[in-house]
């Protein structure tokens, strides 16, 4: 098919599969252990018959399903994602001539989409990098976490593997926070939620008698009170900041303050980091030339400095 480019977003994420495991159990967390997993499943579901391996959204109208996977090694995946959108009947006319053509689709037939992921994980580090494509006729990263929880349950229900695992995409906050807080003149309030360590899940899960706790805990600073102003040094938040992101435990950081505007609140979960680029496409469909789109985000991924340290 011939080709013409066009310009797709792309959003950055981190990736965290956490591992289910009873309170009783000591066996410390291990990224090889949890990166074999994925492998192992990404690996079982790219091969099964499509009607096997396909998921319906009923929210939304859509069926997924894993499409191909690219195994790069050391924790680095590429997967393509499929999604087609049912029960979506209309009558259909040629835009140019106006001439009708009757309805060309039954309510069962879908319109297939191609999502792209990318998933790197950096040596060290205890999370995985996560870059999706913005496709607004495709499906998000909440849907892929949501297909790859099902994926990972039926292949624990269908084998002896000891533990559970559950995905779920955050977010990476944008250097654009660090300017959104240049503009408060008063800081009142931080917030900050960061991951609970692996070794303090088994005290806290062994005190509750539960292992369905969220490993996630918000901590709340407040500047002591001096007359009527409150003020929250920028450069704690800055230093914070640093500790955001893929390979950090701190997973979001809020601000409340004020300026001359009045008063605001940001966080590094609504500033997200994200990416333009322009990809080769394949006509007459316009989706996205998978092999080139893999090529640019490899090219950005280096100038970004999130490649894999391997």
């Known amino acids: 098919m011939s080709e013409s480019k066009k310009t797709v ?3 950055f ?3 965290d599969i956490e591992r289910k495991k009873k309170g009783s159990d000591s066996t410390a967390y291990s990224m090889d252990a949890i990166i074999l997993s994925l492998a192992n499943l990404l690996a079982t579901v790219v091969v099964k018959p499509e009607r096997e391996k396909k998921h319906d959204i009923k929210s939304k109208k859509k069926i997924i399903w894993l499409d191909a996977v690219d195994n790069l090694q050391n924790g680095n995946f590429n997967l393509v994602i499929r999604s087609a959108k049912y029960d979506q009947s209309r009558e259909v006319i040629n835009t140019e001539t ?3 053509k009757g309805i060309l689709k039954a309510p069962e037939d879908g319109d ?3 999502t792209h992921l990318c998933i790197r994980f950096r040596d060290g580090s205890d999370r995985l990098i996560a870059i999706c494509e913005y496709n607004n006729n495709g499906i998000t990263a909440n849907d892929i976490a949501a297909y790859l929880n099902e994926q990972f349950n039926l292949m624990h229900e269908s084998t002896d593997e000891q533990y559970s695992y559950h995905a779920s995409f955050q977010i990476l906050p944008s250097a654009d926070f660090l300017t959104e807080l240049d503009k408060m003149t008063r800081r009142n309030l931080l917030r900050i939620n960061m991951d609970i360590s692996d070794s303090l899940k088994g005290d806290f899960w062994g005190i509750a008698g539960r ?4 490993s996630e805990v918000e901590l709340r600073f407040k500047k002591k009170r001096r007359g009527k102003k409150f003020n929250i040094s920028p450069e ?3 230093t914070l900041y640093q500790d ?3 390979t950090k435990i701190i997973k979001k950081i809020t601000v409340e303050g004020s300026n001359e505007s009045g008063s605001l609140t940001i966080d590094t979960e609504s500033i ?3 990416r333009s680029v322009s990809v080769d496409t394949c006509q007459p469909t316009n989706e996205i030339n998978t092999k080139d789109f893999f090529n640019k985000i490899e090219n950005l991924i280096d100038a970004e400095g999130v490649q894999a340290c391997n």
């Open 236 to 238: 704690l938040i800055r």
């Open 9 to 11: 977003q792309i959003y």
């Open 13 to 15: 994420f981190s990736m």
């Open 211 to 214: 292992d369905d706790i969220r």
């Open 98 to 100: 106006m001439a009708p």
């Open 112 to 114: 297939e989409e191609k």
């Open 244 to 246: 955001t992101g893929a």
């Open 272 to 274: 997200q980091m994200k």
